[in-house]
Nanobody, 126 residues
C-alpha cells in the first residue's frame, strides 16, 4: 500500500520560511511526477508546485513563483517544498501527491486517482 507522509508544517510570521517534506513508501515503481497542493478553509484545493522526476521539469502556481522551490530528494519518491517570503494568504493545509500507476501528469495536475498524503498545516501570521 502506497503511503505519502508530509512533515515540516508549522506557524511562522509573514516573511518567514518553512520547508515541507514528503516521503512516499510502498511504491513498486518510481512515480515520474510528484506535486504539492494546498487548501485553505472555504477554498478549493489548488496546485502549488510539481516536479517531473525523470527530466527535472518544474511547474509553479503564479502565486508562489519566485518564493517557493520544489526539489527532489536523493531517496526515491521524496520531494521537498522550500517556502520563502511567506504571506498570510499562504495559510493552508498542504498536501503531497504522486501519480498512481494508472495516472498521468500534466503541468501542475495529476490525473486518475493520485496518491495523497494526510496534509500538513502551514499558518502564516501578519
Amino acid at each position: 500500500q502506497v503511503q505519502l507522509v508530509e512533515s515540516g508544517g508549522g506557524s511562522v510570521q509573514a516573511g518567514g520560511s518553512l520547508t515541507l517534506s514528503c516521503e512516499a513508501s510502498g511504491y513498486t515503481h518510481v512515480s515520474n511526477c510528484m506535486a504539492w497542493f494546498r487548501q485553505a478553509p472555504g477554498k478549493e484545493r489548488e496546485g502549488v508546485a510539481s516536479i517531473y522526476i525523470n527530466d527535472g521539469r518544474m511547474y509553479y502556481a503564479d502565486s508562489v513563483k519566485g518564493r517557493f522551490t520544489i526539489s527532489k530528494g536523493s531517496a526515491k519518491n521524496t520531494v521537498y517544498l522550500q517556502m520563502n517570503s511567506l504571506k498570510p494568504e499562504d495559510t493552508a493545509t498542504y498536501y503531497c501527491a504522486a501519480r498512481s500507476p494508472s495516472g498521468y501528469c500534466v503541468g501542475l495536475h495529476i490525473f486518475e486517482s493520485p496518491y495523497w498524503g494526510q496534509g500538513t498545516q502551514v499558518t502564516v501570521s501578519p
